[in-house]
């Protein structure tokens, strides 16, 4: 079966400072690695996707994930904070051979000025 | 190109009334998903339709839940009767035929009182 965790409910972060969200996962294969984010009232939004080749991933707002397969890991990264990052963000998993994505419980960002 | 869009975005419902959601998905994506998201918890896959059919529903919680494509396009889920512990947000997703990420709408959340 596969999985993702998120260790932690919350991340503090002050702005300009870099921040990292991480997420381990689990899983039988080779793994398709998801990053989404909701803002306040919105929907989820893609943020990024590791399916095959260069480890380190960019996406969109200048986040980046880097995936690493012998810690099982594939923890989101951005160099300089910004208070428009407070957001929830989700990790989630896809097996290549399906279309369902599992999902850790979400990680709240707080970026303070 | 509008996104996935889902009605109502909030719905409060007494125990033991009936409740449907509505997904209109992003035109010309054939695979629509539901997922829920019980309070703190992950987000989880409830079921996948390919086109009209349903390709995957092994996230259906129960028979109390019914979910229709009829047509290909727009999806309903209908929650009958409602039960507490139905509450949650009730996400919809959409994409392309191979395509790897799935795009969501805002979600409809689902109180049951």
């Known amino acids: 079966a596969q999985s993702v965790a998120q260790p932690e409910d919350q991340v503090n972060v002050a702005e300009g400072n870099p921040l990292t969200v991480k997420c381990t996962y689990s899983v039988s294969g080779n793994p398709y690695l998801f990053w989404y984010v909701q803002y306040p009232n919105r929907g989820l939004q893609f943020l990024l996707k590791y399916i095959t080749g260069d480890n380190l991933v960019k996406g969109s707002y200048g986040f980046e994930a880097e995936f690493n397969k012998s810690q099982t890991s594939f923890h989101l990264k951005k160099p300089s904070a910004l208070v428009s990052d407070s957001a929830l963000y989700f990790c989630a998993v896809r097996d290549p051979s399906g279309y369902a994505l599992n999902f850790g419980k979400g990680t709240s960002l707080l970026v303070t000025p | 190109e509008a996104g996935v869009t889902q009605f109502p975005s909030h719905s409060v419902i007494e125990k033991g009334q009936t409740v449907t959601l509505r997904c209109d998905p992003i035109s010309g994506h054939d695979n629509l998903y539901w997922y829920r998201r019980v309070m703190g918890k992950e987000i989880k896959f409830l079921l996948h339709f390919v086109k009209e059919s349903k390709q995957d529903e092994s996230g259906m919680p129960n028979n109390r839940f019914l979910a229709e494509r009829t047509g290909g396009t727009y999806s309903t889920l209908k929650v009958q009767p409602a039960e507490l512990e139905d509450s949650g947000v009730y996400f919809c997703?959409?994409?392309?035929?191979?395509?790897?990420?799935?795009?969501f709408g805002q979600g409809t959340r689902l109180t049951v009182v």
């Open positions: 997703a959409s994409s392309q035929v191979g395509g790897l990420e799935a795009f």
